[in-house]
């Protein structure tokens, strides 16, 4: 059975809507520019298939980095990545 992909919009996609579209999903540090896969599954699951990472900033986890991450999003059909920041494209 194959699953279909569903569209979202990069201005309002929350977690849940992310890992069902198929999207690859990225962490980026506005400081030092260290990027992480980040897995929207895990995400929805432990902070809410509702909540969004949209304009959502998390501290950085590298030791001595006191910067900021942002999400970025890929659509499963291709294209640039998309930073999930509103107003904001990288
Ligand atoms: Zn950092």
């Not at 059975?1 to 069902?20: K, N």
């Not at 506005?30 to 509702?50: D, E, K, M, Y």
Request: glycine fraction near 10%; include cysteine.
């Amino acid at each position: 059975m194959e699953i279909a992909q569903q569209r979202f919009s990069y201005r309002t996609a929350s977690w849940g809507e992310l890992a069902v579209s198929g999207a690859l999903v990225r962490s980026e540090c506005q400081r030092c520019g260290l990027q992480h896969h980040v897995n929207p599954l895990i995400n929805a699951l432990c902070f809410g298939t509702a909540t969004s990472p949209i304009n959502t900033l998390a501290k950085c986890t590298v030791v001595g980095c006191d910067g900021m991450i942002f999400y970025l999003a890929l659509p499963p059909e291709g294209g640039e990545w998309i930073a999930l920041l509103r107003g904001d494209k990288k």
